[in-house]
Antibody, heavy 118, light 107 residues
Framework: VQLVQSGAEVKKPGASVKVSCKAS????????MHWVRQAPGQGLEWMGM????????NYAQKLQGRVTMTRDTSTSTVYMELSSLRSEDTAVYYC????????????WGQGTLVTVSS | DIQMTQSPSSLSASIGDRVTITCRAS??????LNWYQQKPGKAPKLLMY???SLQSGVPSRFSGSGSGTDFTLTINSLQPEDFATYYC?????????FGQGTKVEIK
């Protein structure tokens, strides 16, 4: 099982960013995918999740209206788009597959650094 | 939202020591508690799920206990590769939330 994310991004305040996460080694539609972010030197924050099978989503209320998670079953890829970026959104963004045994995250992608700076 | 509070925020320990990290939930979460290990510049790694179940491939010196609101992660005989930051995470209700982390450093 492997999750490979897209590369680092630098964005200006107010812009949007779209990060991809390509899954391999398992049946893509079987497991929920989550997004977790980590600001520099800070802890982990759950952003939301998507069911790759049906496409349904559940977002953290804090990010409602700014975050959109989608998937492409033909390429086994999930996407996370965050709009109206501000400096506080500077973070490493991780995708993480939901574990088979619990709502736990395993494995994780390698992370994508998104820097928001004018 | 359920708040998760870890203690201590950091600790210093020696190779071979037994280390205990505590995680407290702001409300009861039964046994819906996971633990992760994160090394600098790397993604977190799942260690324990359901409070006390060891993830496949994780060394048996790691153990977890607790239910309700109070949980512990214990590392028996600390090894050089165990120096890292550890996070607890509740999966009782969304939004899934993490503790602030406990950094285990070399004494």
């Amino acid at each position: 099982v492997q999750l490979v994310q897209s590369g680092a991004e630098v964005k200006k305040p107010g812009a949007s960013v779209k990060v991809s996460c390509k899954a391999s080694g398992y049946t893509f539609t079987t497991y929920y995918m989550h997004w977790v972010r980590q600001a520099p030197g800070q802890g982990l924050e759950w952003m939301g999740m998507i069911n790759p099978g049906g496409g349904s989503t559940n977002y953290a209320q804090k990010l409602q209206g700014r975050v959109t998670m989608t998937r492409d079953t033909s390429t086994s890829t999930v996407y996370m788009e965050l709009s109206s970026l501000r400096s506080e959104d500077t973070a490493v963004y991780y995708c993480a597959r939901q574990s088979r045994l619990a709502v736990a995250f395993d494995p994780w992608g390698q992370g994508t650094l998104v820097t928001v700076s004018s | 939202d359920i708040q998760m509070t870890q203690s201590p925020s950091s600790l210093s320990a020696s190779i071979g020591d037994r280390v205990t990290i505590t995680c407290r939930a702001s409300q009861t979460i039964s046994s819906y508690l996971n633990w992760y290990q994160q090394k600098p510049g790397k993604a977190p790694k799942l260690l324990m799920y359901a409070a006390s179940s060891l993830q496949s491939g994780v060394p048996s010196r790691f153990s977890g206990s607790g239910s309700g609101t109070d949980f512990t992660l214990t590392i028996n005989s600390l090894q050089p590769e165990d120096f890292a930051t550890y996070y607890c995470q509740q999966n009782y209700s969304t939004p899934w939330t993490f503790g602030q982390g406990t950094k285990v450093e070399i004494k």
